[in-house]
């Protein structure tokens, strides 16, 4: 069995010298000469080339054992001609058991959290795990702390890591700069914090999709499971998700960054703006506004408008129609009074109706942006009368007066407190008003006026309406399809 390293015997002429001139030798003794060549994607070339042969027809004495960590680099002449076994990696409770006989046999004092860390760290390997752990039994001697094996190994603390995530939790803005700030500090990595980030962040997702994997020694220790199930409920699914392809993007940036710890900031606070991110089909349907998504907060109640008093009922009776009988200079007088009394009182109602329309606009606008935007500020019209508010919508927009009807006990309770007594609020369909044509079907005109028609129609999709509101989007131009 003859052993190659192929990073040091990387030329055609060492692998003509040491294997292609020996290959129709027999062995001596034993039944089969084996040639174990590692690393092998580090071969010119001409190397494998030469080797090719050798490979595709092999005497029957002899057997070719090729180890690489990058099969990508193996040339497709050479994997074609060979079988590939993938070797998988070790999981981390198996290091960790091994791990445990070994400080055992040793009579060595550690705890279950020290030895997953180390076998985190190992990401797979056994042998770098054992070699770990040697190092960190070298500086510690026969007691381990979790402090002592992320000292030693330069890994980043757990507590630092869960801090900064209750810090987005909290919407700290400050607490996520200071949390940067320490990281540096220590000396941490800041590629690893974004790295370790990560990771615990996948580990609060796989808890929001199964709670019960909390006792899972891979996924939190003894100690940390209260706060990783506390912190599980404060993220939505999609908040953990964009918070992964964010962590993983910034830990990407760092590497060329001139200022990381700048890149690690930003990151935080995006993340902290990311969760305020609701998606349109939830706001159109629910008509929910400043209310920022996976947030702990209470939004803000509005204050109320100011009550609109009922108008004033007159005591004066109004002028009989149809009489034509002369009347009496005091009979005149009263008379007078009452046109006037009902001219003022009508007048009065008027301007209550017209009050009532903008105080309940202006509520709705302050309570529910979103819902003023994309539902209420689409009616053709609104009307106040009688103890009736009525929004008109035309048949293509029926979504718009479906989301309508969802809220309308809502808009009535808001009605009947401004006016102090009852409302009705009501939805009607009317009849889209169709655009007039010139007799010239030709001229600019009629071009205009359809292309103003498709405008108001594009503007009343409650789709179309809500992109509007939420992205800095505009309407260049229409077409009819």
Same mark, same amino acid.
């Given at each position: !069995?003859?052993?190659?390293?192929?990073?040091?015997?990387?030329?055609?002429?060492?692998?003509?010298?040491?294997?292609?001139?020996?290959?129709?030798?027999?062995?001596?003794?034993?039944?089969?000469?084996?040639?174990?060549?590692? =690393?092998?994607?580090?071969?010119? @070339?001409?190397?494998?080339?030469?080797?090719?042969?050798?490979?595709?027809?092999?005497?029957?004495?002899?057997?070719?054992? !090729? #180890?690489?960590?990058?099969?990508?680099?193996?040339?497709?002449?050479?994997?074609?001609?060979?079988?590939?076994?993938?070797?998988?990696?070790?999981?981390?409770?198996?290091i960790a058991g091994q791990l445990r006989l070994i400080v055992d046999k040793e009579q060595i004092t550690v705890g279950e959290e020290s030895l997953q860390l180390i076998a985190r760290d190992a990401e797979?390997?056994?042998?770098?795990?054992?070699?770990?752990?040697?190092?960190?039994?070298?500086?510690?001697?026969?007691?381990?702390?979790?402090?002592?094996?992320?000292?030693?190994?330069?890994?980043v603390g757990r507590d630092l890591l869960l801090d900064g995530i209750q810090a987005v939790a909290d919407e700290d803005a400050t607490a996520a700069f200071t949390l940067a700030g320490r990281a540096v500090?220590?000396?941490?990595?800041?590629?690893?914090?974004?790295?370790?980030?990560?990771?615990?962040?996948?580990?609060?997702?796989?808890?929001?999709?199964?709670?019960?994997?909390?006792?899972?020694?891979?996924?939190?220790?003894?100690?940390?499971?209260?706060?990783?199930?506390?912190?599980?409920?404060?993220?939505?699914?999609?908040?953990?998700?964009?918070?992964?392809?964010?962590?993983?993007?910034?830990?990407?940036?760092?590497?060329? #960054?001139?200022?990381?710890?700048?890149?690690?900031?930003?990151?935080?606070?995006?993340?902290?703006?990311?969760?305020?991110?609701?998606?349109?089909?939830?706001?159109?349907?629910?008509?929910?506004?400043?209310?920022?998504?996976?947030?702990?907060?209470?939004?803000?109640?509005?204050?109320?408008?100011?009550?609109?008093p009922p108008p004033a009922r007159s005591s004066t009776s109004s002028v009989a129609s149809g009489s034509t009988r002369p009347s009496p200079p005091v009979e005149r007088a009263e008379a007078a009074a009452?046109?006037?009394?009902?001219?003022?009182?009508?007048?009065? &109602?008027? &301007?209550?109706?017209?009050?009532?329309?903008?105080?309940?606009?202006?509520?709705?606008?302050?309570?529910?942006?979103?819902?003023?935007?994309?539902?209420?500020?689409?009616?053709?019209?609104?009307?106040? #009368?009688?103890?009736?508010?009525?929004?008109?919508?035309?048949?293509?927009?029926?979504?718009?007066?479906?989301?309508?009807?969802?809220?309308?006990?809502?808009?009535?309770?808001?009605?009947?407190?401004?006016?102090?007594?009852?409302?009705?609020?009501? @939805?009607?369909?009317?009849?889209?008003?169709?655009?007039?044509?010139?007799?010239?079907?030709?001229?600019?005109?009629?071009?205009?006026?359809?292309?103003?028609?498709?405008? =108001?129609?594009?503007?009343?999709?409650?789709?179309?309406?809500? !992109?509007?509101?939420?992205?800095?989007?505009?309407?260049?131009?229409?077409?009819? !399809?």
């Open positions: !069995m003859l052993e190659i390293d192929a990073a040091t015997h990387t030329g055609i002429d060492n692998i003509r010298e040491v294997i292609i001139s020996g290959l129709s030798i027999r062995p001596a003794r034993n039944r089969y000469k084996i040639f174990i060549i590692d =690393e092998v994607h580090q071969l010119s @070339a001409p190397s494998f080339n030469a080797l090719l042969k050798s490979i595709e027809e092999p005497p029957p004495h002899v057997v070719f054992m !090729m #180890a690489t960590t990058e099969l990508e680099k193996i040339p497709e002449t050479v994997l074609s001609r060979s079988q590939v076994y993938e070797f998988r990696t070790i999981g981390t409770k198996a797979g390997s056994m042998r770098d795990a054992q070699s770990k752990l040697d190092q960190v039994i070298a500086f510690t001697g026969k007691a381990i702390t979790g402090e002592d094996v992320a000292t030693v190994l330069g890994l500090e220590m000396g941490y990595d800041l590629r690893a914090v974004c790295r370790e980030l990560s990771r615990v962040v996948r580990d609060l997702l796989v808890l929001a999709v199964d709670p019960s994997r909390i006792s899972d020694p891979e996924i939190a220790g003894e100690g940390e499971r209260e706060r990783l199930t506390a912190l599980a409920a404060r993220f939505s699914r999609e908040d953990l998700l964009r918070a992964f392809d964010l962590l993983t993007r910034t830990e990407a940036e760092i590497r060329s #960054a001139a200022q990381p710890r700048y890149h690690l900031e930003m990151a935080l606070l995006r993340w902290i703006y990311l969760r305020k991110l609701v998606p349109i089909e939830e706001l159109i349907a629910n008509g929910s506004a400043g209310v920022e998504a996976g947030s702990s907060r209470t939004p803000p109640v509005p204050k109320a408008a100011p009550a609109i009452g046109v006037i009394s009902g001219v003022s009182r009508t007048r009065t &109602s008027q &301007s209550a109706g017209v009050g009532l329309k903008d105080a309940l606009l202006a509520e709705i606008r302050t309570s529910k942006a979103v819902f003023y935007n994309t539902v209420v500020a689409q009616a053709q019209k609104v009307e106040v #009368a009688a103890g009736r508010v009525t929004f008109s919508f035309s048949p293509a927009q029926r979504a718009i007066r479906d989301v309508f009807e969802k809220d309308r006990s809502w808009l009535e309770s808001i009605a009947q407190r401004l006016a102090g007594q009852t409302i009705v609020v009501a @939805a009607v369909q009317v009849e889209a008003a169709t655009p007039e044509k010139d007799v010239d079907e030709g001229s600019a005109t009629t071009v205009t006026d359809r292309k103003s028609a498709l405008r =108001e129609q594009a503007l009343a999709d409650a789709g179309v309406q809500a !992109m509007l509101d939420v992205f800095p989007a505009e309407i260049r131009d229409e077409e009819e !399809m």
